[in-house]
């Protein structure tokens, strides 16, 4: 069964599995496609690795859509999508840490982390 509400979008419940039963497609979103059928006997591989306990045994057919997170300083498309990332910002506030690193691309992080100063920035491309 898959929580729909506790689902990040993260999709390494896709790398998990065993039996391909659960494909990512990325373009201007991504999506997530779970396909039971194609599940076989497995040790759920996807239910262990996934971080939010979003599954439980064998999941319905479904199919999600996530839109994917930008950068808060410069705009940039992340490599995460906005649930994924406002987990993480969750987990960051947990840990003692600044959140706001879960919305930086990795340019506005090492600026923000290093405090890279524009001049230098060729040296780093």
């Given amino acids: 069964m898959l929580k729909v509400e506790l689902c990040v979008g993260c999709g390494v419940c896709a790398k998990a599995c065993p039996h ?46 996530f839109e994917f997170a930008y950068c808060a300083i410069c705009g940039k498309r992340l490599n995460i999508v906005k649930e994924e990332a406002e987990y993480l910002a969750k987990k960051l506030i947990e840990l003692g840490e600044n959140p706001e690193i879960a919305f930086l691309c990795d340019d506005c992080k090492r600026k923000r982390l290093f405090g890279v100063a524009n001049k230098y920035e060729a040296y780093l491309g």
């Fill in 20 to 65: 391909s039963a659960i494909s990512v497609f990325e373009d201007s979103v991504r999506r997530i496609v779970f396909d039971p059928k194609k599940c076989e006997e497995c040790s759920f591989e996807c239910n262990e690795a996934c971080p939010t306990g979003a599954l439980e045994g064998k999941s319905d057919k479904r199919e999600l859509v």
